[in-house]
């Protein structure tokens, strides 16, 4: 299957409702309150359902996967290798794996956990093959990875160029961690993932994930004091 990343319309197609005996709305006092762990729950099972398709061999349940989170795998990726040239195509690799293992899946955990495992792969893989190569400059990570923070709107000249600089040095300071720290900031922080599943992708318990997290967060705070005591 040649897989690309699919632009899918954004109408949906609604059943036929009979209107002879409209249903009352719910009152206020009564209408049920909706959560955002109900959301990521309905999310998750929505995720579930498509890859028990794809294990069936739909390719449009596939492409709507792709679809939902294409955006979040590329974004993990280009922190990761702090390379955004890069991302698309690793992130291209991730899919195809997901589609490669369907047959095999079980959903034993949330989707994103065994989306997000596969992702760390071949990340993890990616990084370790450019150390060995040697080609993990930190140069490419100043001129591609400005992911970290967003650019102020109408800020000064002088403003814009302090900005540029605490990105750089956050960039640089996250890109010196540890791989499976990286992650686990990458993913906390950006993707607002609950420990439980961060350790589940990082392979780590929760109490572990924890402490990596806490690590992390003095080495940061360490590494940018300068930029804090501003």
């Known amino acids: 299957m040649n897989i690309t990343y699919c632009k899918l319309s954004n109408h949906r197609l609604l059943p036929d409702l ?3 005996d409209p249903m009352p709305e719910p009152s206020p006092v009564n209408k049920p309150k909706i959560t955002t762990r109900d ?26 996967l792709i679809e ?7 974004g993990t990726v280009a922190k990761m290798l702090g390379n955004a040239s890069e991302a698309e195509d690793i992130a291209q690799q991730v899919f195809i794996r997901l589609w490669k293992s369907a047959p095999r899946y079980k959903p034993k955990a949330k989707f994103t956990t065994f989306l997000f495992t596969i992702t760390r792969n071949l990340v993890f893989n990616e990084s370790r093959r450019k150390s060995r190569k040697k080609e993990f400059s930190m140069e490419e990570r100043e001129d591609d990875f400005h992911l970290q923070t967003k650019d102020s709107q109408g800020a000064s000249p002088d403003q814009e160029l302090l900005q540029q600089e605490l990105r750089q040095a956050i960039d640089q300071s996250i890109a010196k961690l540890p791989e499976k720290q990286r992650l686990a900031v990458i993913l906390r922080r950006y993707e607002d ?4 599943e961060i350790g589940g ?20 705070r360490d590494e940018l004091q300068q930029y804090l005591d501003t």
Do not use: W
């Open 201 to 220: 992708i990082v392979g780590l318990s929760v109490s572990a994930t924890k402490s990596q997290l806490f690590r992390a967060r003095q080495t940061l």
């Open 193 to 196: 993932m609950p420990y439980e």
């Open 68 to 74: 939902r989170h294409q955006s979040a795998v590329i």
């Open 39 to 64: 959301i990521e729950t309905t999310g998750n099972e929505h995720d579930i359902a498509l890859m028990l398709k794809v294990r069936s061999g739909d390719e449009n349940a596939f492409e709507e």
């Open 18 to 20: 009979d209107h002879s």
